[in-house]
């Protein structure tokens, strides 16, 4: 019954390393989103993809890389994790693109990079 | 560029006390407001969303929010604060396909 799931929920890793996050949607949406939260709760918009294409990169470093296989998955791959990347990483959808539409977030992951 | 503001980064109220969160945007256009809440260690939850008409929307749990044009506000409401409301809540304004978010307001209920 989950509507957007995202694993894993923690991720503890080294400088240096790759990683990978995932997300799942059974809602039928057409749009995704990757959202950051700092350690001050603060979020922010990362990236979003309407039908598996992307509309919004928020001047992200290059070693994330967002790919969507198809419009009800959007993964989040990261190269050379630094210790600034440590955060929760949050995982949206919505119906459309419109600014009436709500978004849906997933629970999150908490990626520690040591 | 569109911000929101919310002014009060932790709030205690006493359970059964009414409570009003505070947000603040600044969005050239008509706004899209949202406010939402996090549980500690949960995802984002949609409490109510305003677009047009009635100023005053009615959301779940008991909230409420009234959108003030004239003063940029969007605040939050609820008659009477129950101790599983303490948590994270999050003002935004949607400006083209994403979400800009205020800074949050912890809010934390005393017995």
């Known amino acids: 019954d989950t509507a957007v799931s995202q694993t894993p929920k923690y991720l503890v890793t080294q400088m240096g390393n790759d990683k990978s996050i995932k997300c799942e949607q059974n809602?039928?949406?057409?749009?995704m989103y990757w959202y950051k939260q700092d350690s001050k709760k603060f979020l922010k918009i990362m990236f979003s993809y309407n039908n598996k294409e992307l509309i919004i990169n928020e001047t992200v470093p290059n070693r994330f890389s967002p790919k969507s296989p198809d419009k009800a998955h959007l993964n989040l791959h990261i190269n050379s994790l630094e210790l600034g990347d440590s955060a929760v990483y949050f995982c949206?959808?919505?119906?459309?693109?419109?600014?009436?539409?709500?978004?849906?977030f997933g629970p999150g992951t908490r990626l520690t990079v040591t | 560029a569109q911000s929101v503001t919310q002014p009060d980064i932790h709030i205690t109220v006493s359970e059964g006390a009414s409570l009003e969160l505070r947000c603040n945007y600044s969005y050239g256009a008509t706004p899209y407001l949202f406010w939402y809440v996090q549980s500690p260690g949960q995802g984002l939850q949609l409490l109510l969303k305003?677009?047009?008409?009635?100023?005053l929307v009615q959301g779940i749990k008991g909230f409420e929010a009234e959108f003030k044009r004239s003063q940029s506000s969007f605040n939050l409401r609820k008659p009477s604060v129950h101790w599983s409301d303490a948590a994270e809540y999050f003002c935004a304004v949607n400006a083209g396909n994403m979400l800009t978010f205020g800074g949050g307001t912890r809010l934390m209920v005393k017995p």
């Open positions: 305003y677009f047009s008409g009635d100023t």
């Open positions: 949206a959808s919505s119906p459309g693109t419109g600014r009436s539409y709500e978004q849906y």
């Open positions: 809602l039928g949406h057409d749009t």
